[in-house]
């Protein structure tokens, strides 16, 4: 069997369309009410540098954030590729029509009000939609979705996605999740090669999407958000197939009794049963994962991680209380957390203060850290810490977090060493350099080591927290280390990770090495 | 049995703990790097508006903040009710010499480095200083601890704890969990009575702390972290005691096979199992939680939610992705989301606009939502959508939201309603006022309901959500609901809350009645 990732000269039929050299948006509005969906449609386009031409068109004409607005598609003076439909449902049919006079070649649907309602009528004019526009050759992405995000040529529905192109690819069913799965990868320093809200998924559907992420250069890791297959013997196929190459992780969303009654309200989907689908995603070697915070997790694991070969690990952080609840978490998802051994312990002794230390795994390291943060302020000052620690390296023989470093790298019992940090229990003003100086020569000393790292930034209570922890996890980000955001996250995408280096080795490891040869 | 509620004339042997006339600080200092030390023990009593006299105490003398720093306990011109010690834990014997000498009442001991170590040198030290502070008739709060948290009066380790008193007595053997369960509950409008960070429990212990809080009058609701306790016996006295007349919330630290490990090494106490744990705290009818976020939901659904009668329950919220993940988390709690009956849906029908909805249970409310969003910034304008929704009733006949939630309220099935609000789903920049102004009037119109309602905002991403979301999120705790940040969270806190008041409703019943009269 040849492998589907071979070098084929013929492009994948959905590869036009991530290449539009046009986009016109019917239902951009000059009312201030409907502005929102200038907001999706056309100005995102302007900030991610779209280089095709944008149409704007509503009958009322006018001038949207400097563009002409057309009074029908007819009007434009210029080939249209891809439409985004954002009026209502009952007018998609004779815009449709249009869409064949002007030879556009993709309908995107956001308009909603169809097959997803369960009124007859509208399930109607969904089917309606679909016959045509498969008769006029037009393909039909949603009805009901937020539709397409390609960084890399300036595609996008929302103005702050990141312009920087990732390794992902993404296609969700629902709209939101799409946005929500997108804003949180960001935060954790992971980005898309493409991603996809394809709703009701009337014509180009699941299978067709996983299908084309599976042969896409650009992407590396294929991540969904599915509510319902209308051909599960299809995706049964695409899937295997995809997940033979490259890691597939699935969040199936509707997944309980009530869910599945939800998930059909909101696309009209077949949804199918738990049990089901927990069994065919494990046939096809997918992973599957239940919320989003999980997806985000998994991402960050499969994209920023190596492997650890086993599930002995030391939490190293700071805080007796934060080392505890390290401890519980990690052991409740299948990890040990071995007794640091007499002749380590004695070596460590020699580093660091008893006195507010836990010289034991978990390791409550605050009085090391303590130190290493004096060290550093008494060298650069305050404003300086974040550029002195990206140009320092902590190294054995410092007496100090280097030293700490080596002497846990060298223990042989261990698999891989987690640095968490919680920002909120300390007390006091949370202050930007106390964490970034306070944390950071952890983060910096562990780029030293063997062994596979984690970092975990816990116990966010708000944005008191959120603001000024900013700068240290862009260090443990730049750092190249995963950045997790709750110790339970981070135990359960590490073991799942294991798990799948054990069942799938080689996909890891074309993975691994893909994305070091991308850099 | 009398009830140990009834109104005491002799005062708790703990009360004057609380109370003290002044405060001496040993171990302040104006070295850049140990002014940490001010930051917890001088400047929050000077923030707080505390009314006893602050004494910096360092053989170095010099001045702190504006006050002169003592060279010894024994040069404070006036009496030393209370001493917080900060400095190393070789020198405690001598300090305590000296609080003999000025009569102080309590040793509050931040210093660290005793029993916990397991260095028998240092547990020894821990065990004299003990058995010299009982000949003296001083209390020994730690070591290893924070300290008290008593805003009434003004005494805090933390700047920015809440001035506000609450009706939350918490008691923490952690340092750091006292500061990040403090901080989380903040978040949701809940305030505290008391709080003590109690660390080693040398002398003053659990089982003293809670009894205390039993009987104190300004405590309406008990919640305590333990990593372990010295006398299984008492505490269970002193539990089931406490659980007769207050609800009790219990967070067990270290409840893994490391993580009872990492309890010994922390705070050097006799952790126990789990199970074991388990089984007595059910017995003594106290609530069991596992993690930051568990406790602050549990008090959160204690102080802020009427019990529901049962588990049916119905969603409204935005998204239908958000949707489904709200319906697969409460179902996975064991809540029911009950298909809307005919009737209700017919007459919801009448209301809302198909597209964009789900007009089922769950219920994507977006349409509705955008046109009460519509309504009020035509009338009010952006700037003034808060004080306006402050102002506003939504009431039966209003044709929009406030009819909505009355049909919903009269659907016999639901015992509650969950109102959701997902920030990050929102593709285009995240404003505050279209938070505010797109979720604001679900919340509102929910005031007039008779179900119990809980309001949930969830997929807080980061920093760029936290900030804008900051006025809806003082909306739902004004509007007196209960601020959940997760359905998950969410859904096992109401999950528990009704289970306790079916074995315990007297309790619940007694806590609504303080609450409501104490305002």
Redesign the interface.
């Known amino acids: 069997m040849a492998s589907p990732l071979d070098e084929t000269p013929v492009p994948h039929p959905l590869e036009y369309l991530f290449h539009p050299r046009s986009i016109a948006v019917a239902g951009a509005s000059t009312d201030p009410?409907r502005w929102?969906i200038n907001?999706?449609y056309i100005?995102p386009l302007i900030k991610m540098g779209y280089r095709g031409n944008i149409y704007p068109v509503n009958p009322r004409g006018g001038e949207i954030l400097g563009l002409p607005v057309y009074r029908s598609l007819r009007e434009v003076p210029a080939p249209v590729d891809h439409v985004v439909s954002c009026i209502?449902?009952r007018e998609t049919l004779h815009l449709l029509e249009e869409c064949r006079e002007v030879k556009a070649k993709v309908l995107q649907l956001y308009?909603?009000?169809f097959a997803?309602?369960g009124?007859p009528e509208?399930v109607d004019l969904q089917t309606r939609l679909v016959e045509t526009a498969r008769r006029y050759n037009i393909r039909i992405l949603g009805p009901?979705c937020?539709g397409i995000y390609y960084p890399k040529t300036g595609v996008s529905?929302?103005?702050?996605y990141p312009q920087e192109v990732g390794s992902i690819g993404l296609i969700?069913?629902?709209?939101?999740?799409?946005?929500?799965i997108i804003?949180?990868a960001?935060?954790r320093g992971l980005c898309f090669s493409k991603a996809v809200s394809y709703g009701n998924a009337c014509d180009i559907d699941e299978c067709e999407l996983i299908d084309y992420l599976a042969h896409d250069p650009e992407t590396k890791v294929i991540a969904a958000?599915i509510?319902g297959a209308s051909d599960g013997q299809r995706l049964r196929q695409v899937l295997a197939r995809a997940a033979s190459t490259k890691p597939v992780v699935i969040y199936k969303?509707?997944?309980?009794?009530?869910?599945t009654?939800?998930?059909s309200?909101?696309?009209g989907a077949l949804a199918g049963s738990d049990g089901v689908w927990q069994g065919f995603l494990k046939q096809v070697g997918a992973i599957q994962v239940?919320?989003?915070d999980e997806m985000v997790d998994m991402l960050t694991a499969l994209v920023r991680m190596r492997p650890p070969r086993g599930l002995n690990t030391c939490a190293i952080g700071?805080?007796?209380?934060?080392?505890?609840?390290a401890?519980?978490?990690?052991?409740?998802a299948g990890f040990?957390?071995p007794?640091i051994p007499p002749d380590i312990r004695e070596q460590l002794k020699n580093l660091i203060?008893?006195?507010?230390?836990?010289?034991?795994?978990?390791f409550?390291a605050s009085p090391l850290l303590g130190n290493e943060q004096?060290r550093l302020?008494n060298k650069v000052g305050i404003s300086e810490w974040e550029e002195a620690l990206r140009q320092t390296r902590y190294l054995t023989g410092d007496g100090g977090i280097g030293d700490f470093m080596a002497i846990l790298d060298s223990w042989p019992e261990i698999d891989s060493l987690i640095l968490h940090y919680?920002v909120?229990?300390?007390?006091?003003?949370i202050r930007e350099w106390a964490i970034g100086s306070g944390a950071g020569p952890m983060v910096v000393a562990a780029k030293e080591c063997h062994l596979p790292v984690a970092t975990v930034l816990h116990?966010i209570?708000?944005?008191?927290?959120?603001?000024p922890s900013?700068p240290y996890r862009r260090l443990c980000i730049e750092s190249g280390f995963p950045l997790f955001l709750s110790i339970?996250g981070a135990a359960k995408a590490i073991r799942r990770l294991i798990e799948f280096n054990r069942q799938h080795p080689e996909v890891l490891q074309r993975l691994r090495q893909e994305l070091d040869s991308s850099g």
């Open positions: 009410l929102f907001e999706f100005e209502p449902a308009s909603a009000g997803e309602t009124e509208l009901n937020m529905f929302c103005v702050n969700s069913q629902s709209g939101s999740n799409t946005t929500l804003r949180s960001v935060v958000y509510e969303g509707g997944y309980t009794e009530g869910g009654r939800a998930a309200s909101h696309t239940r919320t989003v700071n805080g007796g209380g934060a080392s505890l609840l401890t519980d978490e990690l052991e409740r040990r957390l007794a203060p008893l006195a507010g230390s836990m010289i034991r795994n978990p409550d004096g302020l919680s909120d229990s300390l007390p006091g003003t116990f209570a708000n944005e008191d927290s959120w603001l900013r339970r």
